[in-house]
């Protein structure tokens, strides 16, 4: 049982690039999230989906874009990469939103130079 | 907006001992949940423990408890007889209508 696997787990961008982060999850969970971890400010929620289909945005949406296509997969796109984005990002899962834990992935690394 | 605030930037305890990690957080609604969540430094974050707020008794997991007082708009995280495997960062979190969020974290210590 994988859990929630996210790739790449590095990745170095220039300022102005695209990219898609990859969140996957083998646990029928419905409810996905991603968030940023930047030093001294813990985790910020960035968007979430409570199922296929349907997402909506956290706290800090600007610059990101995503889909829910399936139940397995909630990529996160990086539109046009600025040095404000350098950050941990985590990708998240749970049953559902009440009461349940989220299982995370192990994290990716992104530097923006 | 819900807001989590964690006032311990970093704590240090004795190794056997116990420690407590402050959490308070801010809502107006009546229904939510609370989280505790660890980080060692291999990075990965681990569910620790919940809280709900309808729960009338405090939520224990093995060696952690969390005292749950809900006039006071507190959650705070005891740790008894800690170990030097409990050196991590720890993080409380509230969910609330689809939206978790994360304290800035405390960083604990355990010294041997």
């Known amino acids: 049982n994988a859990g929630v696997t996210q790739t790449p787990k590095f990745q170095v961008l220039k300022t102005g690039q695209s990219m898609t982060l990859q969140c996957a999850q083998d646990m029928n969970h419905e409810y996905m999230s991603w968030y940023r971890q930047d030093p001294g400010m813990g985790l910020r929620l960035i968007h979430y989906s409570v199922g296929a289909g349907i997402t909506d945005q956290g706290e800090v949406p600007n610059g990101y874009n995503v889909s829910r296509s399936t139940t397995e997969d909630f990529p996160l796109r990086l539109l046009s990469a600025a040095p404000s984005q350098t950050s941990v990002y985590f990708c998240?899962?749970?049953?559902?939103?009440?009461?349940?834990?989220?299982?995370f992935g192990s994290g990716t690394r992104l530097t923006v130079v | 907006a819900q807001k989590i605030t964690q006032t311990q930037p970093g704590m240090f305890v004795q190794e056997k001992e116990a420690v407590t990690l402050d959490c308070t957080y801010d809502?107006?609604?009546?229904?939510?949940?609370l989280f505790w969540y660890k980080q060692p430094s291999s990075g990965e974050m681990i569910f620790h423990i919940y809280q709900g707020s309808y729960d009338e008794q405090n939520a224990t997991e093995g060696r952690y408890s969390l005292n749950f007082q809900k006039a006071r708009k507190s959650a705070n995280l005891v740790i008894s007889a800690s170990q030097l495997g409990d050196s991590a960062m720890y993080f409380c979190a509230m969910n609330n209508n689809n939206d978790m969020r994360f304290g800035a974290g405390t960083r604990l210590t355990v010294k041997p």
């Open positions: 809502t107006s609604d009546q229904s939510y949940g």
């Open positions: 998240a899962s749970s049953y559902g939103p009440a009461n349940y834990g989220y299982t």
